[in-house]
């Protein structure tokens, strides 16, 4: 059973940062042929993209209201990928999870990831 878990959200002020982890395991799964990605939900909105990276790591994209401020990474090898957040907004307030793509290129479409984290907690105070 393949499991995605979050970790390092919490409560910052506006301009400050937050790294958020996901430790991917379960049994024979590795990350590392799978495009990842990030997506977050705000309380009464729909869960948006964020960010995706290919299997490599080679290749990134992100949404236009993060572009610049945060970055997408993976560390193969220990099966765990990252979003490093700075100059973090109020409305950056949500909760984050990552999921793992059917396929190894980046993708921004929620329908073509098959495996969700719990989701973890980012509050940006103003």
């Known amino acids: 059973q393949v499991q995605l878990v979050e970790s390092g959200g919490g409560l910052v002020q506006a301009g400050g940062s937050l790294r958020l982890s996901c430790a991917a395991s379960?049994?024979?799964?590795?990350?590392?042929?799978?495009?990842m990605g990030w997506f977050r939900q705000a309380p009464g909105k729909e869960r948006e993209f964020v960010a995706a990276?290919?299997?490599?790591?080679?290749?990134?994209v992100y949404a236009d209201s993060v572009k610049g401020r945060f970055t997408i990474s993976r560390d193969n090898a220990k099966n765990t990928l990252y979003l490093q957040m700075n100059s973090l907004k109020p409305e950056d307030t949500a909760v984050y999870y990552c999921?793992?793509?059917?396929?190894?290129?980046?993708?921004?479409?929620?329908?073509?990831?098959?495996?969700w984290g719990q989701g973890t907690q980012v509050t940006v105070s103003s």
């Open positions: 999921a793992s793509s059917r396929g190894g290129s980046t993708d921004e479409y929620e329908s073509n990831y098959s495996y």
């Open positions: 379960g049994r024979f799964f590795s990350i590392s042929t799978y495009a």
């Open positions: 990276i290919n299997w490599s790591g080679g290749s990134t």
